[in-house]
């Protein structure tokens, strides 16, 4: 069997990159520095306007374009990037187009908000490909405005202490005592995404105490992996077009953060300011803390009012042209060596949506430090 999943995993990924995409990888060692990521201009050609971010950030970026635009990488790169990396390279009146809006937004926000990001892509396009409107629609002046969405960066008003909110999900997970006495678990699984053709493969976890977590998902033509080893991550998989990435800034940020949910303990700790506040999702009330800390977006963590436990975190990436969002939830706990765990988690962000569905989790058994090493390249596609 051999997934389709190149044009479905474009469309997901970008929008309106610059160039061809290939990377040479950096090297990185658990307990060492975060490796150097490689920049956008070092990995992709014909990239004018991009320059100097790493290649997670410039796929993020790509993520922004596709979410305030509403289109996919063909789109516009033409079918003939479908399946064929190398004609991303070849200019198209969209790409040219998007570098003299970059220009534009980048303009405004340095000459009237001081160079911080308030104009992005979505600001004005919205989700729509179109010019943006400039006619008043008289159907949103007299209709009931508009509720603030509950992934609203700023929902977090009040600088009260979130300790009650975790006292709270400390109980409701088991406990204290039981939470510490999880240092390990590996499970197996499926996994179910854009890069897997939105079908369901077989997928195997490792994580270990306080933020080590490895997957390896079983694709029919080679394993794509995700690690994180305590310092450094890595990204690699036949469905992506670079051989191996190395995370960097707000994604090794977000590999940490994911790892450290395994074991919630230290979440507290891992933040130097709290924000509290609320907000309702599906009808259900949710108590909300905010954590930030120098050099971060803050992550908001959503907790049940009624059982305590956590049901969604809502993280955000800083990219050239605006800050992009990912939402984790997490549904079907189920207890673990006397620990609630979810069994469901479903991650939604710009450049696509993934399930991940647990069926099997053995608690506390030993993993080889190999695990959660920097993996092999995937083979290289270009």
């Not at 990488?73 to 198209?92: K, L, Q, W, Y």
């Not at 569905?357 to 290289?380: E, K, M, S």
Request: charged share 20%; hydrophobic share 40%.
């Amino acid at each position: 069997m051999r997934f389709k999943w190149w044009g479905t995993i474009l469309g997901a990924i970008a929008t309106v990159t610059m160039g061809l995409v290939g990377l040479v990888s950096a090297r990185g060692q658990a307990g060492q520095a975060a490796a150097r990521p490689q920049m956008a201009e070092e990995a992709f050609k014909n990239v004018q306007v991009l320059k100097g971010i790493p290649v997670d950030e410039f796929m993020d970026t790509m993520g922004m374009f596709s979410s305030a635009l509403g289109l996919c990488c063909t789109d516009c790169h033409g079918r003939e990037a479908e399946g064929n990396v190398a004609a991303f390279a070849v200019e198209t009146d969209k790409i040219r187009q998007s570098r003299g809006m970059i220009a534009m937004m980048n303009t405004l926000n340095n000459n009237f908000f001081g160079g911080d990001q308030r104009v992005t892509c979505f600001t004005c396009h919205r989700g729509g490909e179109g010019i943006p409107e400039t006619i008043p629609d008289l159907s949103i002046q007299y209709s009931e405005p508009r509720e603030p969405s509950p992934n609203s960066m700023d929902i977090a008003r009040s600088t009260r202490s979130p300790q009650p909110v975790f006292d709270k999900y400390m109980q409701a997970l088991g406990g204290a005592q039981r939470v510490a006495a999880l240092t390990s678990f590996t499970a197996t699984g499926t996994y179910t995404g854009y890069e897997t053709g939105m079908g369901p493969v077989q997928m195997q976890l490792y994580a270990k105490a306080p933020n080590q977590r490895a997957m390896v998902l079983k694709m029919p033509e080679e394993d794509g992996v995700r690690v994180y080893d305590g310092s450094n991550g890595w990204v690699v998989g036949p469905e992506k077009a670079v051989p191996i990435t190395t995370l960097s800034g707000p994604n090794l940020f977000a590999a940490r953060m994911e790892a450290m949910i395994s074991f919630p303990a230290g979440i507290q700790r891992e933040f130097t300011q709290w924000l509290s506040g609320s907000a309702v999702i599906d009808g259900n009330e949710m108590a909300v803390a905010q954590g930030s800390k120098a050099g971060q977006l803050p992550v908001s963590f959503y907790f049940d009012q009624a059982s305590g436990l956590l049901k969604r975190v809502v993280r955000w990436n800083a990219t050239a042209v605006g800050a992009v969002p990912t939402q984790i939830e997490f549904d079907d706990y189920r207890a673990v060596a006397g620990v609630q765990m979810p069994f469901k988690v479903v991650t939604t962000w710009t450049n696509g949506q993934s399930t991940l569905l647990l069926t099997d989790v053995r608690p506390n058994v030993a993993i080889d430090a190999a695990r959660f090493g920097r993996p092999a390249p995937a083979r290289d596609r270009r």
